[in-house]
């Protein structure tokens, strides 16, 4: 690893590298939507920034950064792109794979300059045990940011060479997720969506590759485990409650990437039939107070909430499920309530936000392709109510 990774992965200063981003951010954004995945310019400054390092181990160059810190970097890149976002949030909380590798392995899979780890999921795949790892084969979607990565992973159940299931330690169905460089797999082009089109979350498949056993690691379902609840912040946190704060930090930067966007057309553009600009009409002006209300409310919830924990979780070796379920809550009313925003905004923009190439048309398709996702789902407020009122619950990815 060169040195000037060193420098890069310093532990403050990534959201004033992200905010710094913002211009190319927003200048690639249609370059990044049409060719469906990253532009070759955006990935190549991500990493100049360490921005793929941000939840990385410090002696991998990375950040150990606060989950707070990195919600608040998350929602600074969607300000500039969306699907440049998401590709971040998702694959930083992929290399918290990183402290569950030994450290020779830890290297070759995040060692180089270059380096950065995507994988998706599916009901269908399977590792065979065999002597010294795995025979892996499967299908996996939506790996987002699988073009740019230099590794992939892979959820799998673990079988004997007799298709029967293998127990873990406490007697559950054994899981694994594997590591494997991308050039060991078929990726598929099935990305073909309305929105977050730039994030390129295609299919990828293997077919018997084997998978050596210091490549596989415990599942993120299963995560922090007793060995990471006693190391600091982020990961004894987890990943289910970095992609709910995160993914919402995505939906609150899109949404006032939209808020910022329809302010400059507010104070430029007179509607057809009208005397005055947009800026100048009471509607607008509600609506511009109630916008940035809303956001800022949101986004003071979520990242309140990461803070109030971060010290607690990492002295008491991890979070409590009531914590669990507020993050979760923050989440998911931060994708909703910027949904709501943008939602907002674009109806007010008019046929100004309807012609193909303008970028309201895409902030709005990329705000309901995150609403859509499974951490938008408005079930998760029955989840978090049920543990607020003491019903039986058997809560999933909070």
């Known amino acids: 690893m060169s040195g000037s990774v060193g420098l890069l992965g310093e532990q403050d200063g990534y959201v004033a590298r992200a905010e710094a981003l913002i211009p190319l951010l927003t200048e690639a954004a249609s370059r990044t939507e049409a060719a469906r995945e990253l532009a070759d310019d955006v990935v190549a400054a991500l990493h100049r920034a360490g921005l793929f390092r941000v939840l990385m181990p410090t002696w991998l160059h990375g950040g150990e950064t606060k989950p707070s810190v990195f919600i608040e970097l998350i929602e600074t890149i969607a300000r500039g792109d969306a699907s440049t976002a998401w590709c971040l949030c998702q694959m930083n909380v ?12 830890a290297l070759e899979v995040f060692g180089a300059t270059g380096a950065a780890l995507a994988w998706g999921n599916t009901p269908y795949a399977k590792a065979v045990k065999v002597d010294g790892g795995y025979r892996v084969s499967g299908e996996w979607d939506f790996g987002s940011g699988c073009h740019h990565a230099s590794w992939l992973g892979g959820h799998c159940p673990v079988i004997d060479e007799h298709g029967q299931p293998i127990a873990d330690e406490d007697a559950q169905q054994a899981e694994r997720t594997v590591l ?56 004894c946190f987890g990943g289910g ?78 979070l409590t499920m009531d914590q669990r379920m507020r993050i979760r809550a923050a989440g ?16 007010m923009a008019g046929t100004t936000a309807i012609f193909e190439g303008n970028p309201f048309g895409r902030r709005f398709r990329d705000a309901h392709t995150v609403s859509q996702h499974l951490q938008g789902r408005i079930s998760h407020f029955e989840t978090v109510g049920k543990h607020l009122l003491g019903v039986a619950n058997e809560p999933r990815f909070v």
């Open 180 to 235: 494997f460089p991308k050039s060991a797999a078929q990726i598929s082009d099935v990305w073909h969506v309305i929105g977050l089109r730039g994030t390129g979350s295609d299919r990828y498949s293997l077919d018997g590759l084997f998978v050596p056993e210091r490549h596989a690691i415990t599942t993120l379902m299963r995560w922090p485990d007793a060995p990471r609840q006693e190391m600091a912040a982020p990961y």
């Open 241 to 318: 409650s970095l992609y709910a704060s995160g993914f919402g930090a995505v939906a609150l930067g899109n949404a006032r990437g939209m808020f910022d966007l329809f302010v400059d057309l507010a104070r430029s553009k007179t509607a057809r039939g009208m005397p005055n600009p947009l800026a100048e009409s009471a509607l607008t002006q509600v609506a511009i107070a109630e916008s940035d209300t809303i956001l800022r409310s949101a986004r003071t919830y979520l990242v309140q909430t990461l803070r109030e924990f971060e010290d607690a979780a990492t002295e008491a070796g991890g």
């Open 332 to 347: 998911t009313f931060a994708i909703r309530q910027a949904t709501r925003v943008v939602d907002r905004l674009y109806e």
């Open 94 to 105: 992929c290399s918290l794979s990183s402290v569950y590798l030994g450290r020779e392995a």
